[in-house]
């Protein structure tokens, strides 16, 4: 999945009379945080930081072809 594909933003707030709009982070980041504390909650899983982490957002980039955002 390309990088550009996150999903959009998973906790979009409106604009209010006293802030402007905001984002939030985008659905891959959230997805990818999730597979990350599962993986993180099950003391079988090895490798190094930074394998686990690529492999959290492998996760959440299969989670959003599931979903139907693979563009």
Same mark, same amino acid.
């Given at each position: 999945m390309s990088k550009g594909n996150d999903g959009g933003p998973a906790f &979009? !707030? &409106?604009? #209010?009379q006293? #802030?402007? &709009?905001?984002?939030?982070m985008t659905i891959r980041d959230? %997805?990818?945080g999730q597979a990350?504390? +599962?993986m993180l909650a099950c003391p079988s899983i090895g490798g190094s930081i930074d394998g686990i982490s690529r492999f959290a =957002? /492998? =996760?959440a980039?299969?989670? %959003? !072809?599931? !979903? +139907?955002?693979? /563009?």
């Open positions: &979009p !707030r &409106p604009a #209010s006293h #802030s402007e &709009p905001q984002e939030g959230w %997805l990818a990350l504390a +599962g =957002y /492998e =996760y980039d299969a989670m %959003l !072809r599931a !979903r +139907g955002n693979d /563009e």
